[in-house]
């Protein structure tokens, strides 16, 4: 069973830092699984924020380029997104999600990803 558990979301003004991180773990190694960030603010559909391939090629959200970094450590299966200059549009529910079934990502829309995180909340103050 693959789980996901965010961590690291809070409240920062705009122009500030987070770093979010989620815990990865499966049935197989998780260095081989898709992986991305997804966000959901109140009101408006989940967007794909940015993704990484096992290989550790990466995409990201044209809004987001830039600003935030998708990173992995497989040693420590653990998932993270270095976020910079955020500002109050980046205010959402950001969620971990993972496709263990492909190396290279499909792409960056929620039915690309089938296993997900809980989420972690992020507020960005004008």
């Known amino acids: 069973q693959v789980q996901l558990v965010e961590s690291g979301g809070g409240s920062v003004p705009a122009g500030g830092s987070l770093k979010l991180s989620c815990a990865v773990s499966?049935?197989?190694?998780?260095?081989?699984?898709?992986l991305g960030w997804f966000r959901q603010a109140p009101g408006k559909e989940r967007e794909g924020v940015a993704r990484?391939?096992?290989?550790?090629?990466?995409s990201y959200a044209d809004s987001v380029k830039g600003r935030f970094t998708i990173s992995r450590d497989n040693a420590k299966n653990t998932l993270y997104l270095q976020m910079n200059s955020l500002k109050p549009e980046d205010t959402a529910m950001y969620y971990c999600?993972?496709?263990?079934?492909?190396?290279?990502?499909?792409?960056?829309?929620?039915?690309?990803?089938?296993?997900w995180g809980q989420g972690t909340q992020v507020t960005v103050s004008s």
């Open positions: 999600a993972a496709n263990p079934w492909r190396t290279i990502c499909s792409g960056s829309t929620s039915t690309d990803f089938n296993r």
């Open positions: 990484i391939d096992a290989g550790g090629s990466d």
């Open positions: 499966g049935y197989y190694s998780t260095r081989y699984y898709c």
